[in-house]
């Protein structure tokens, strides 16, 4: 069974820095893209971040371009966010996305929620 | 990038009617589209990927159609756990992969 457990959201003040992680299981992690997508209270969903398989590649939204970055560690079947300079337009659920293939997703975890705020 | 509109915001339907939710693309993105089906402090859930493929598990009452820039979802009968927020998400032009605003199906 596939599972995604994202954690190490929390309050952090504007221009801080918070460190996502997602542990997966129930399929072979480093052959598949992985994605973060998040969503602000009330609002829709909206792509953040790609990685491929290897970790070579990584794909971001122009909004995080520079302060967000997304790895992965095979050995341990996690994936990561580091985000920094942080803004109160971030604060949303953050949730962590299997890729079928193709940049379709079928397997989400339960998210976390990161709230930027002083 | 590639922009999703979604008609209606709202859908009110009772349970047993047939819901039909669009979703439109600024261009073409041939059959690269999904939806997903969203419950309140849930995930997300994929129902239907590259405009008419169900995924796995997925009720036969959930149908996809279309393809270039508009695109339907189709709920045949609906059910009492139907009623949620369904998306629409493109993957022909990427980065970025963007998403529909979303409508909202509740109960009449």
């Known amino acids: 069974e596939v599972q995604l457990l994202e954690s190490g959201g929390g309050l952090v003040q504007p221009g801080g820095s918070l460190r996502l992680s997602c542990a997966a299981s129930?399929?072979?992690?480093?052959?598949?893209?992985m994605s973060w997508v998040r969503q602000a209270p009330g609002k829709g969903l909206e792509w953040v971040s790609s990685?491929?398989?290897?970790?070579?590649?990584?794909y971001y939204v122009d909004s995080v371009k520079g302060r967000f970055t997304i790895s992965r560690d095979n050995s341990k079947n996690a994936l990561y966010l580091q985000m920094s300079s942080l803004r109160a337009e971030d604060t949303a659920v953050y949730y962590c996305?299997?890729?079928?293939?193709?940049?379709?997703?079928?397997?989400w975890g339960l998210g976390t929620l990161v709230t930027v705020s002083s | 990038e590639i922009v999703l509109t979604q008609s209606p915001a709202t859908l009110s339907l009772s349970p047993g009617e047939r819901a039909t939710l669009s979703c439109r693309a600024s261009?073409?993105?041939?059959?690269?589209l999904a939806w997903y089906q969203q419950k309140p402090g849930q995930a997300p859930r994929l129902l239907i990927y590259?405009?008419?493929n169900r995924a796995t598990g997925i009720p036969a009452r959930f149908s996809g159609s279309g393809s270039g820039t508009d695109f339907t979802l189709t709920i045949s009968s609906l059910e009492p756990e139907d009623f949620a927020v369904y998306y629409c998400?493109?993957?022909?032009?990427?980065?970025?992969?963007?998403f529909g605003p979303g409508t909202k199906v509740d109960i009449k």
């Open positions: 990685i491929s398989g290897s970790g070579g590649t990584t």
């Open positions: 129930g399929f072979t992690f480093s052959t598949y893209v």
């Open positions: 261009q073409s993105i041939r059959s690269y």
């Open positions: 996305a299997k890729d079928l293939g193709g940049i379709i997703y079928d397997f």
């Open positions: 590259d405009a008419s």
């Open positions: 998400q493109q993957r022909s032009s990427w980065p970025p992969v963007t």
